[in-house]
């Protein structure tokens, strides 16, 4: 059993930049792959970024050369930094975390971003 815990939403306005990170307890060690997503209010929960452990690290387009994922495969946190927000970037962000046979989801923290 694995728990996710993500923190570092907020408020910004359009522009600005904020980082999230996501706890696994006890970690990552043994995922098939592990990343972002986010849920806005009415929409459907989307892929923002993940990294398998072989890697590459793939991108959503819509968030592509404006956030990063990174972290340590095999170790506890996994980030995403996020620069040049857009108010349509407004959602719940949740971390996950993925085995053969299972998936794993942090609570989720809310980004807001103003125009």
């Known amino acids: 059993q694995v728990q996710l815990v993500e923190s570092g939403g907020g408020f910004v306005q359009a522009g600005g930049s904020l980082k999230l990170s996501c706890e696994a307890s006890?970690?990552?060690?043994?995922?098939?792959?592990l990343g972002w997503y986010r849920q806005a209010p009415g929409q459907e929960r989307e892929e923002v970024a993940r990294?398998?452990?072989?890697?590459?690290?793939s991108y959503a387009d819509y968030v592509k050369c404006r956030f990063t994922l990174s972290g340590e495969p095999g170790k506890k946190w996994l980030y995403l930094t996020m620069s040049n927000l857009k108010p349509e970037d407004t959602a719940v962000y949740y971390c996950?975390?993925?085995?053969?046979?299972?998936?794993?989801w942090g609570q989720g923290t809310q980004v807001t971003v103003s125009s």
């Open positions: 006890p970690n990552f060690a043994g995922a098939a792959s």
């Open positions: 996950t975390l993925n085995f053969p046979g299972s998936s794993y």
């Open positions: 990294i398998g452990m072989q890697g590459p690290i």
